[in-house]
């Protein structure tokens, strides 16, 4: 029992360590309000992503209407 509370505690320093590094941090409150904030900075960037994908993709449907549109006016014209 002694050896795994030993080798529990060594990994909890390693983790500590390692969040302090990568965070600045390994208080656990402050962790998750870290953790908070990306996640709320990833899904306005998601968000912000689909709006410019949705334009995109609005744009091109407007290409095709209006090639659709151009298209039998000109099918019975040879090409140049």
């Not at 962790?31 to 996640?39: F, G, N, P």
């Not at 968000?47 to 006016?73: C, H, N, T």
């Amino acid at each position: 029992a002694e050896t795994q509370r030993e080798a529990a505690k060594q990994r909890l320093d390693e983790l500590k360590s390692q969040a302090r590094d990568k965070y600045g941090t390994d208080d656990l409150g402050q962790l998750r309000t870290k953790l908070d904030e990306m996640i709320a900075e990833n899904a306005r960037k998601r968000a912000a992503y689909q709006a410019e994908l949705d334009k995109i993709e609005s744009g091109l449907a407007e290409v095709e209407r209006q090639f659709a549109e151009a298209a039998p006016a000109t099918s019975g014209q040879p090409r140049r």
